[in-house]
């Protein structure tokens, strides 16, 4: 079986394209998986959800660029 790759996404981005990237690679809606994420946020005092969401746009790769432009 391969190994789904876990990549931002320039094409349905909001900020850094990282929740629908990850909407990708589960095979779910992005808008689906960001509201997801704004609930467990407001659940969560807020400060952790925004330090995840940056440590995964460290972690994750950008998309492949086609012609050297993303």
Known sequence: MAR????RRS?????AGVLAGIAKAI???P???RL???FGAFFS???PAVI???VLW???PPPESRNGVE
């Open 4 to 7: 789904k790759s876990h990549t």
């Open 45 to 47: 005092a807020v400060i």
């Open 11 to 15: 094409d349905n981005k909001i900020i």
């Open 27 to 29: 095979g779910l809606d």
């Open 58 to 60: 460290a972690w994750m």
């Open 52 to 54: 995840i969401y940056l």
């Open 31 to 33: 808008g689906l998986v």
């Open 36 to 38: 997801m994420y704004l």
